[in-house]
T-cell receptor, first 116, second 112 residues
Framework: DTGVSQDPRHKITKRGQNVTFRCDPISEHNRLYWYRQTLGQGPEFLTYFQNEAQLEKSRLLSDRFSAERPKGSFSTLEIQRTEQGDSAMYLC??????????????FGPGTRLTVL | DQQVKQNSPSLSVQEGRISILNCDYTNSMFDYFLWYKKYPAEGPTFLIS?????DKNEDGRFTVFLNKSAKHLSLHIVPSQPGDSAVYFCAAKDQGAQKLVFGQGTRLTINP
């Protein structure tokens, strides 16, 4: 199965530390998305890439957050100077990027971040 | 503002019966709607979708109904099975946008 994969699955860090997550999309998918999910809520959009270009960023993505997708394949999401409020599940999704309305996003298993 | 709302945090249904999950939205520019299913410690799994040009889409035991005038969609699962126990999220996409807007989720429990 070549679904979306994310690494690590769990990350515990101390406040103030930097963390980096990786996402590998489904091969041939041109679009890659990052979402964040907190307890009792649905996923909230953070940012998305079309190939290597970052085309949209949410207001949720503060200056401490940066995402990259070099070469249009895998993506990384870095959080600098983590805060306890950053504790959440970080979800990555990918889609074909067909340009059609029905471009379905498929999610990875997520990275659960706990900031102590 | 919550543009997509799932007003029932939880639902309990007997095995073999029909499960009906509801979702309301406020943004009339939404033109594509999806349902995802999520087990604990896993990412959301795509279940079924519907375009705003349709009012019904069916896939096996799952049917999604869209009522544009009421800005309401529902997911019907029949017959319900124990493996359907999960959290179900409704999501919507705006015309020309790529991001999905999710509801808060409904936890479905199927009782044997």
């Amino acid at each position: 199965d070549t679904g979306v994969s994310q690494d690590p699955r769990h990350k515990i860090t101390k406040r103030g530390q930097n963390v980096t997550f990786r996402c590998d999309p489904i091969s041939e998918h041109n679009r890659l998305y990052w979402y964040r999910q907190t307890l009792g809520q649905g996923p909230e959009f953070l940012t998305y890439f079309q190939n290597e270009a970052q085309l949209e960023k949410s207001r949720l993505l503060s200056d401490r957050f940066s995402a990259e997708r070099p070469k249009g394949s895998f993506s990384t999401l870095e959080i600098q100077r983590t805060e306890q409020g950053d504790s959440a599940m970080y979800l990555c999704a990918s889609s074909l990027g067909s340009g059609r309305v029905t471009d379905t996003q498929y999610f990875g298993p997520g990275t659960r971040l706990t900031v102590l | 503002d919550q543009q997509v709302k799932q007003n029932s945090p939880s639902l309990s249904v007997q095995e073999g019966r029909i499960s009906i999950l509801n979702c309301d939205y406020t943004n009339s520019m939404f033109d594509y709607f999806l349902w995802y299913k999520k087990y604990p410690a896993e990412g959301p799994t795509f279940l079924i979708s519907i375009s705003s040009i349709k009012d019904k889409n069916e896939d096996g035991r799952f049917t999604v109904f869209l009522n544009k005038s009421a800005k309401h969609l529902s997911l019907h699962i029949v017959p319900s099975q124990p493996g359907d126990s999960a959290v179900y999220f409704c999501a919507a996409k705006d015309q020309g946008a790529q991001k999905l807007v999710f509801g808060q989720g409904t936890r479905l429990t199927i009782n044997p």
